[in-house]
């Protein structure tokens, strides 16, 4: 069955802009937005309320009973809803990220959570909406913007936009260090140092994990962000975009 709408894939390591740039690429064309990290993001903080330990081997059945019950839904641009609630700033904590691996590299909680994005993107299930943008010749086009680590490998390997976003460690850890900021103000904790190795150790389970590891899609667009700002970023792919529309 052919998709409803263009659908764009946008992976990279963590903090290499890919969220904020499918963000603003998703407002300016009026597509919806998938935040696939972020539904790890609200399994993780899930686990946490229910006292379950993804660590404990004994746990794992319950652990994928949770990702089975968690209705994840994206109500605006930049909101997440956890069955009915707001978690938007508390699944952005630092304690989430840290504890965010185990439960990415569990088999069993990303084939729930691939098959909820996946019909998400086809638009076949609510969660998302586009309004679409008027191209001459063509009428409306209306599409979905979904970002992660998998996306243009796993999720959506027949995609129609595939976008694999890099950028240097040290400038991921000031953008990562920056947003902490913003949100936790003189809460924060983490110095750049701690927020740099995060990043690093993240990188490297992301990057050797068994189960749909960080892997640029052999038809994927390399975009290296190290020295763009996110306007431009979404300038790139929105060009890429009117090119294959």
Do not use: W
């Not at 300016?28 to 404990?56: E, H, W």
């Not at 994206?74 to 956890?82: D, I, N, R, Y």
């Not at 909680?109 to 008027?134: C, H, W, Y």
């Not at 983490?190 to 052999?218: S, Y």
């Amino acid at each position: 069955m052919m998709s409803r709408l263009f659908r764009i894939a946008i992976d990279g390591p963590a903090a290499s802009g890919k969220s904020t740039t499918a963000k603003l690429l998703a407002e300016k064309l009026g597509f919806g937005y998938i935040d696939s990290g972020a539904m790890f993001r609200a399994v993780t903080l899930k686990c946490q309320l229910k006292n379950i330990d993804p660590n404990d081997i004994s746990q794992q059945d319950k652990v994928t009973e949770i990702a089975k019950s968690c209705r994840i839904r994206f109500p605006a641009l930049g909101k997440v809803e956890l069955d009915g609630e707001d978690v938007s700033e508390l699944i952005r904590t630092s304690n989430i990220t840290r504890n965010i691996s185990i439960i990415a590299s569990n088999p069993a909680v990303r084939n729930i959570l691939a098959n909820q994005q996946r019909a998400m993107a086809k638009g076949d299930i609510e969660g998302i909406d586009s309004t679409g943008f008027e191209k001459e010749g063509k009428g409306v086009i209306k599409g979905v913007v979904m970002d992660g680590r998998d996306i243009g490998t796993v999720i959506l390997p027949d995609a129609e936009l595939k976008v694999f976003i890099v950028a240097d460690v040290e400038i991921r850890a000031k953008r990562r260090f920056d947003e902490l900021k913003r949100r936790q103000g003189e809460a924060l904790k983490d110095t750049l140092d701690i927020i740099k190795n995060d990043l690093e150790a993240r990188d490297l389970a992301d990057r050797t994990r068994k189960v749909a590891p960080l892997l640029q899609a052999k038809d994927a667009v390399l975009l290296d962000t190290s020295h763009l700002t996110i306007e431009q970023q979404a300038k790139a792919i929105e060009d890429m975009i009117y090119e294959r529309t």
